[in-house]
């Protein structure tokens, strides 16, 4: 059975930093593409960032420069280190794992970017 849990939400002030990872269990994360995405009430999922099965990243302009994604292969995790933190950047954030048609994603972690 494939779970994906995400942990390292919580609330963070304007300009802070918070680091999410997602543990991936009964899937090889290094094997599909591992995707962060999130979405903010009334609003719609969307992508944030990504890294392919070959390291490659992509992350969304709006989080480029102030976001990172990392995957460790011994771990298997894939991290989201965010950096400059914005109000707009509160939303519930979620690991998702993509390859052909395998579609998996975890349950999310809320962020909430407040003073």
């Known amino acids: 059975q494939v779970q994906l849990v995400e942990s390292g939400g919580g609330l963070v002030q304007p300009g802070g930093s918070l680091r999410l990872s997602c543990a991936g269990s009964g899937i090889r994360l290094s094997m599909y593409a591992n995707n962060w995405y999130r979405q903010a009430p009334g609003k719609q999922r969307e992508f944030v960032a990504g890294i392919g099965s070959s390291g490659d990243t992509a992350a969304a302009a709006s989080v480029k420069g102030r976001f990172t994604i990392s995957r460790d292969n011994i771990k298997n995790t894939v991290d989201l280190q965010m950096n400059g933190l914005k109000r707009e950047d509160t939303a519930a954030y979620y690991c998702?794992?993509?390859?052909?048609?395998?579609?998996?994603w975890g349950q999310g972690t809320q962020v909430t970017v407040s003073s």
């Open positions: 998702n794992a993509r390859r052909l048609r395998d579609d998996y």
